[in-house]
């Protein structure tokens, strides 16, 4: 059984419960039953339907953001290790060094200019990069160290390699939108049945109640955009979180 079929079936056997008893109950009240109990009854659940959106609504903006600050920090995981890759390769000779920061400004640039906006817009990393940082690796290794020097910067210069390779595939899975469907769903729906009961309490039209009606129902749409707006970081919130490779890296942005 499907996640989807399970969450529907879910859905309608509570509805259908509710309703079942509700029914049942109507159809078993006496003379004795007092009507006026229900405005109550509706208060308190809307009270509650209230609440229980609430703390689902932060749950996911915990999450974004969550989220958000871990891309973030993957990036500047990226951006560091290649920057100590570049400068770990002062120890090798000429040709060797030029070589690896070469191909380190190669990568950054494209990484710059190409690889970040088709990023944004398809949540999703170019094989170019990926060719690109390989390369960087393949010349690391195709030198063997000869002095002392050598050999104490080269088993970093690997593991800062595998560290960018970890932030690169990480900010790769990043890239995608960290809300499911179903949660949308269930915010959007949640969003207008909590709207709702404002109208199911049947409010006044006076300009105070009016006015706090709107204002609440402003306050969710901007939450509702806040989750938005963080759900897909590297598109929307961290459109500058380039500078973390430009500023360390600033020849091959101006390259880029």
């Known amino acids: 059984m499907s996640e989807w079929l399970a969450l529907i079936i879910v859905i309608l056997a509570t509805s259908g419960v509710v309703l079942l008893i509700a029914v049942l109950r109507q159809r078993r009240a006496g003379e004795d039953d007092d009507p006026s109990e229900t405005p109550d009854v509706i208060e308190y659940m809307s009270m509650m339907l209230g609440v229980v959106y609430a703390v689902v609504l932060g749950l996911a903006i915990a999450g974004v953001w969550e989220a958000r600050s871990a891309a973030e920090e993957w990036v500047q995981r990226e951006a560091q290790a290649l920057y100590e890759v570049s400068q770990r390769a002062e120890v090798f000779p000429d040709d060797v060094r030029d070589d690896i920061r070469g191909g380190i400004d190669a990568y950054v640039a494209h990484l710059v200019a190409e690889e970040w906006p088709h990023m944004a817009d398809h949540?999703?990393?170019?094989?170019?990069?990926?060719?690109?940082?390989?390369?960087?690796?393949?010349?690391?290794?195709?030198?063997?160290?000869?002095?002392?020097?050598?050999?104490?910067?080269?088993?970093?210069?690997?593991?800062?390699?595998?560290?960018?390779?970890?932030?690169?595939?990480?900010?790769?899975?990043?890239?995608?939108?960290?809300?499911?469907?179903?949660?949308?769903?269930?915010?959007?729906?949640?969003?207008?049945?909590?709207?709702?009961?404002?109208?199911?309490?049947?409010?006044?039209?006076?300009?105070?109640?009016?006015?706090?009606?709107?204002?609440?129902?402003?306050?969710?749409?901007?939450?509702?955009?806040?989750?938005?707006?963080?759900?897909?970081?590297?598109?929307?919130?961290?459109?500058?979180?380039?500078?973390?490779?430009?500023?360390?890296?600033?020849?091959?942005?101006?390259?880029?």
Not at 168 to 178: D, N
Not at 196 to 213: N, Y
């Open 123 to 256: 949540g999703e990393l170019t094989e170019r990069g990926d060719a690109l940082l390989e390369q960087v690796r393949d010349t690391v290794i195709g030198r063997e160290p000869r002095t002392v020097r050598e050999v104490e910067s080269y088993q970093g210069m690997i593991d800062q390699i595998g560290a960018a390779e970890e932030a690169r595939a990480a900010r790769g899975q990043s890239a995608e939108p960290s809300m499911p469907r179903v949660v949308w769903i269930g915010l959007f729906t949640g969003a207008a049945v909590v709207v709702g009961m404002v109208f199911a309490l049947q409010i006044q039209r006076s300009i105070r109640e009016l006015v706090l009606a709107g204002l609440f129902s402003a306050l969710i749409a901007f939450l509702l955009y806040l989750v938005w707006y963080f759900d897909t970081p590297y598109a929307r919130s961290l459109q500058d979180a380039v500078e973390a490779y430009t500023e360390l890296f600033p020849h091959a942005a101006r390259a880029a």
